[in-house]
């Protein structure tokens, strides 16, 4: 059975910055659309702002779905898992918004969460804020027992390879505008 907080306390908070990663989930308001969970990390992108709000640097990817999801409708849970130590899941449920790059509030939120610069600081593409209405922990018996051996260099190099090239800005008109359902994510708008 799972327990609810009021809050994110100091002992959560101290919890979430030992993961090594975490998940966000989001879902489209139409039946046949598809659910997306996205991994996210390293944990250093995510930052717990208040007692009722998480942030998270969102960089350049192969889709869109969670900024699409939250641009229609608002809904996300983030979810940590321990893969190391006791077992334990913790999700945080609630509304989040895309704050894109070159939007006024981008910088003052970069800054005010105290986010460290990425090595490709032009894959940057948003910061996802959460307004958590829902904490709640569950056993995590289930998950296993994994070791953290470190961050892959590929994402850092892929990234600087499309910078050298000049395809940042195409690589993210092409794949992140839209997404798998059509939904306008970054600079889109929606298709079918």
């Known amino acids: ?3 609810v907080f009021e809050r ?3 002992h959560q908070r101290a919890w979430i910055a030992r993961q090594a990663m975490f998940f966000v989930g989001t879902a489209p308001l139409a039946g046949d659309g598809h659910v997306n969970v996205s991994p996210k990390g390293p944990i250093d992108t995510l930052r717990v702002l208040d007692d009722h ?5 969102d960089m350049m990817g192969s889709g869109a779905e ?3 999801h939250l641009r229609e409708n608002g809904r996300i849970v983030v979810m940590f898992c321990a893969f190391e130590g006791p077992p334990r899941i913790l999700r ?4 989040g918004e895309v704050v894109p790059t070159d939007s ?3 910088e003052p939120l970069f800054r005010g969460a105290a986010f460290t610069t990425p090595p490709v600081p032009e894959a940057q593409r948003s910061i996802v804020v959460v307004e958590v209405e829902r904490i709640a922990d569950s056993c995590g018996y ?3 027992l994994m070791s953290y051996e470190g961050e892959r260099d590929h994402y850092r190099l892929s990234a ?3 910078r050298r090239k000049g395809e940042l800005e195409t690589n993210v008109a092409e794949k992140n505008s839209v997404s798998i359902d059509g939904l306008p994510a970054f600079g889109g708008e929606r298709v079918g």
């Open 66 to 68: 969670t900024a699409a």
């Open 8 to 10: 994110i306390d100091e």
């Open 142 to 144: 289930s998950v296993p």
């Open 160 to 162: 600087e390879k499309h």
């Open 92 to 95: 945080l449920h609630g509304r």
């Open 1 to 3: 059975m799972a327990k």
């Open 104 to 106: 006024e509030r981008f």
């Open 53 to 57: 709000t998480v942030a998270y640097l």
